[in-house]
């Protein structure tokens, strides 16, 4: 059993002074009460850990080089494509180890990879068909953070239209057999891993098709995600093909339920947030991402008026910082809005802990209380970042960042110490740019 002193602790949406934990078998049993004489003290406020509810692992070997001159997503997704092709399973297991233990480093104890490179370039299958999926389980198990693997069904490049060229890594041909793949999937997984489902757009997966993606979530009572109106030309397309909106086609194909998360959900209409809210939906918004890409504003706040719940992701990673997301969905809505004070620092604090954890299939995770996984997150008080803000949620909401995280412990575990994140960025570079050279 192990014990921690924290100075200053959110613990049930408030702030408090030394705080008493105790941690056995990787929960928490005691929140509270006097500390035990060799409790390790963490000086600084401490947060529960935080859920990226959306990562492409794969993504993060681009920062530096799709932020060259000027563009649109779709000549972004051009140099993402030529990435997607020079991976395999022991590349892919190197890149994503370094990406998620710069994930732990940011205080991020649990991902959701939503994961569609599932084959061989030309779409032939590995000997395993899941060898790309089991590498990013072994990646977060070496890094030390949970994994929720939201398999993601991808089909064309387009209503009507075949996969073509690096496509075909993503396609299994159809829904019936990436049901087919996932259950193996879900029998060679267990643990601190959620396999759960994933829609990759509704440009991407035809009506019927979803139909039976969603009827396998349903079965498995797994989290559903789905890429949804982050490009207007996605939605035109759609109403071409479809006559409606893509909400309306996720509706319709019995995908917006309680447990469906909608990423991104840039362009909707008053009747899309309506129909989202209505069916509980949680609604993952990637601030640094959809800025990066040029993608637009979401409409956050008419979202959780309509009865959404909120959560956040790193995405492509063009920075990993879920401390920047949570002030980045208050800074744009700001900037749509003209006006400041929409989103409240322990409402962030939520969407970025507990919200994101749940929405991931991990509802024990999240919280400073007994019986919860033991996941905390250090931040230090006196950087030139948070000198002067004191212990408070404003402070980690709207003042700190990812390298003022000091400490994180993922399940009772050490995962993270200051003292390593040199080491992390140098792994990062080197696994980096041996992928480009030798590609």
Request: glycine fraction near 10%.
């Amino acid at each position: 059993m192990t014990s921690y002193l924290l100075e200053h602790a959110w613990v049930d949406g408030e702030v408090r002074a030394d705080v008493h934990v105790a941690v056995a078998d990787g929960r928490f049993t005691v929140v509270g009460g006097e500390p035990w004489p060799r409790a390790e003290r963490l000086p600084g406020l401490t947060i529960p850990g935080l859920a990226n509810c959306h990562s492409h692992a794969f993504h993060r070997a681009l920062r530096g080089r799709t932020q060259r001159g000027a563009g649109t997503f779709w000549t972004w997704r051009e140099q993402m494509y030529d990435l997607a092709g020079r991976l395999d399973p022991d590349s892919y297991l190197e890149l994503a180890t370094a990406v998620y233990r710069e994930m732990a480093a940011a205080g991020i104890t649990t991902v959701g990879e939503f994961h569609y490179l599932h084959h061989q370039p030309g779409g032939t299958a590995y000997d395993d068909p899941n060898a790309m999926g089991l590498a990013l389980v072994e990646a977060a198990a070496r890094a030390g953070v949970r994994i929720a693997l939201l398999d993601t069904c991808y089909l064309t490049a387009g209503p009507g239209r075949p996969p073509e060229g690096v496509q075909m890594r993503f396609s299994d041909g159809s829904a019936a057999a990436w049901q087919e793949r996932t259950d193996e999937l879900s029998s060679d997984v267990g643990g601190d891993v959620v396999v759960g489902a994933a829609i990759h757009s509704v440009r991407a997966v035809p009506l019927d098709e979803m139909r039976l993606v969603a009827e396998w979530a349903d079965r498995f009572e797994t989290p559903l995600h789905v890429h949804l109106s982050e490009q207007v030309a996605e939605n035109q397309e759609c109403l071409d093909v479809y006559g409606r909106t893509p909400t309306e086609v996720l509706s319709e194909a019995a995908a917006l339920t309680d447990r469906t998360t909608v990423v991104h959900a840039t362009h909707l209409t008053d009747l899309d947030v309506a129909r989202i809210g209505d069916a509980g939906c949680w609604s993952c918004f990637c601030p640094t991402t959809e800025r990066d890409l040029g993608d637009g504003i979401g409409p956050s706040r008419s979202l959780k008026a309509a009865g959404s719940r909120i959560t956040l992701g790193s995405d492509s990673h063009a920075v990993v910082d879920l401390l920047e997301e949570m002030r980045a969905l208050e800074m744009d809505e700001r900037l749509a809005q003209r006006s400041r004070g929409h989103w409240s620092a322990p409402e962030l604090l939520r969407a970025a802990t507990f919200d994101g954890h749940a929405s991931l299939g991990f509802p024990d995770a999240g919280r400073i209380a007994v019986g919860q996984r033991a996941d905390l997150v250090t931040l230090a008080l006196t950087t030139p970042r948070t000198a002067g803000g004191g212990p408070t949620p404003e402070t980690a909401a709207f003042a700190a960042t990812a390298a003022d995280v000091t400490h994180v412990v993922a399940g009772g575990r050490v995962v993270h110490r200051a003292e390593e994140t040199v080491e992390v960025g140098a792994e990062l570079d080197k696994v980096i740019r041996r992928l480009w050279r030798d590609s």
